[in-house]
């Protein structure tokens, strides 16, 4: 087990029975709303794989959309304190030690994919793009994924170092995840540049929050699999 891996395990066992059990709600708008072209509502009996789902609060959200559920992270530790969350509610779902760039399914088997402030993990450009073909991958042909990924703006940059080529070094005081390494994509040119080689109809949103001392900032990304 690596340093972050450890450091994600102790975070989510300490903060499970913390955490609140809603989803985001960005994630509730794209998938409920009408933002999105071309997509359809009708969820019953359709896969969808989680990547870095955490404490599942997002697969809670899509478990009521009658998804079939599964999802990666990082530690079996992490997956059995969701597959207990996701029980106490009567639902549950194939969950499995993987990351960005090692999803453990077949090719064609998700007819959705969800990646909520997980890509950013991935320190260089090269490895990013090795993840989002491996989304690709695991998509089924007409597969859509959606992404949240941090933005330029966001309060975990305060204190930052730039290392040039979208890399930065955390600093933020206090953040257990100090001293790694992220990659942020700063323009909505630079996502259509690297997603467009394996998608089609890549769209970009963002959503930006001012909360009286902090920042949030986050790109949404969707596109869809030849």
């Known amino acids: 087990m690596t340093a972050q891996t450890e450091d994600w395990t102790e975070y989510y066992q300490k903060t499970s029975d913390l955490e609140l059990a809603w989803p985001s709600e960005t994630m509730v708008r794209v998938f409920k709303g009408n933002y999105v072209p071309d997509l359809d509502h009708d969820y019953a009996g359709k896969s969808v794989l989680d990547v870095g789902f955490g404490i599942a609060n997002n697969l809670l959200f899509l478990a009521t959309l ?127 540049k690297l997603f467009g080689v394996q998608f089609k109809k890549v769209i970009v949103g963002r959503t930006h929050d001012h909360l009286f001392t902090s920042t949030l900032d986050w790109f949404i990304i969707s596109g869809v699999k030849p």
Do not use: M
């Open 66 to 192: 009658g998804l079939e559920l599964s999802g990666t992270e990082l530690s079996d530790e992490i997956c059995q304190i969701a597959a207990t969350k996701l029980a106490k509610r009567g639902f549950k779902a194939q969950l499995k030690v993987g990351a960005n760039r090692q999803l453990p399914f077949e090719d064609n088997s998700f007819d959705f994919l969800t990646s909520w402030n997980v890509l950013h993990y991935e320190d260089n450009e090269a490895d990013i793009c090795l993840a989002i073909a491996e989304y690709r991958r695991v998509l089924k042909p007409g597969g859509r994924f959606f992404i949240s990924t941090t933005g330029p703006d966001h309060k975990i940059l305060t204190n930052h170092q730039a290392l040039g080529h979208h890399r930065y070094q955390i600093g933020l005081d206090g953040d257990f995840r100090k001293g790694q390494i992220f990659y942020y994509f700063d323009s909505e040119e630079n996502i259509q």
